[in-house]
T-cell receptor
Framework: EAEVAQSPRYKITEKSQAVAFWCDPISGHATLYWYRQILGQGPELLVQFQDESVVDDSQLPKDRFSAERLKGVDSTLKIQPAELGDSAMYLC???????????????FGPGTRLTVL | AQSVTQLDSHVSVSEGTPVLLRCNYSSSYSPSLFWYVQHPNKGLQLLLKYTSAATLVKGINGFEAEFKKSETSFHLTKPSAHMSDAAEYFCVVSFTGGGNKLTFGTGTQLKVEL
């Protein structure tokens, strides 16, 4: 069964360092999402891609976070510099298409757990 | 704006007894509603979804949920809990015009005891 792949699974870094997370969506899925899940809360959307284009990055802290999906397949989320409050689970998800098709299921990867010391 | 409220942060049941996880939603548009489950160190898995068809939705692993527009609720139920059901459950809302954006509740941790 096809799955969303993420790496690394765990990352420990010191504040002010740079970190990067990688996501490989299910083959053929045009839409890719990055979520942040703080402990004890539900995931919150950071950025959404349709192919290589950003569709929604309204909740992405752009002063320190960046995301790219250059070839419209895999994606990288970067934080520079990391802050203590960035400690969280970072989840990647993918789905087949964007709006117009009701309720496309999003398939989630296992996540990257980031700890900032 | 859309939002969901999960009324219980923790629910504890005995194995073999019914499960009820409560969710209320708010949406300016006709919503789509989902329940996702998250087991420790695993990704989120879709349990079931409501898409304006039948109001009683059946999902995987014996779970079901009923969409009640008059009560703005979408509670998750299961007749008989199993130890493997212990996990975190998220109620989620989206609407078609929202670009498939999912808004998650804060989650309910389900504990199943022998």
């Amino acid at each position: 069964e096809a799955e969303v792949a993420q790496s690394p699974r765990y990352k420990i870094t010191e504040k002010s360092q740079a970190v990067a997370f990688w996501c490989d969506p299910i083959s053929g899925h045009a839409t890719l999402y990055w979520y942040r899940q703080i402990l004890g809360q539900g995931p919150e959307l950071l950025v959404q891609f349709q192919d290589e284009s950003v569709v929604d990055d309204s909740q992405l802290p752009k002063d320190r976070f960046s995301a790219e999906r250059l070839k419209g397949v895999d994606s990288t989320l970067k934080i520079q510099p990391a802050e203590l409050g960035d400690s969280a689970m970072y989840l990647c998800a993918s789905s087949l298409t964007l709006a117009g098709v009701r309720n496309n299921e999003q398939f989630f990867g296992p996540g990257t757990r980031l700890t900032v010391l | 704006a859309q939002s969901v409220t999960q009324l219980d942060s923790h629910v504890s049941v005995s194995e073999g007894t019914p499960v009820l996880l409560r969710c209320n939603y708010s949406s300016s548009y006709s919503p789509s509603l989902f329940w996702y489950v998250q087991h420790p160190n695993k990704g989120l898995q879709l349990l079931l979804k409501y898409t304006s068809a039948a109001t009683l939705v059946k999902g995987i692993n014996g779970f079901e949920a009923e969409f009640k527009k008059s009560e703005t609720s979408f509670h998750l139920t299961k007749p008989s809990a199993h130890m493997s059901d212990a996990a975190e459950y998220f109620c989620v809302v989206s609407f078609t015009g929202g670009g498939n954006k999912l808004t998650f509740g804060t989650g309910t941790q389900l504990k199943v005891e022998l």
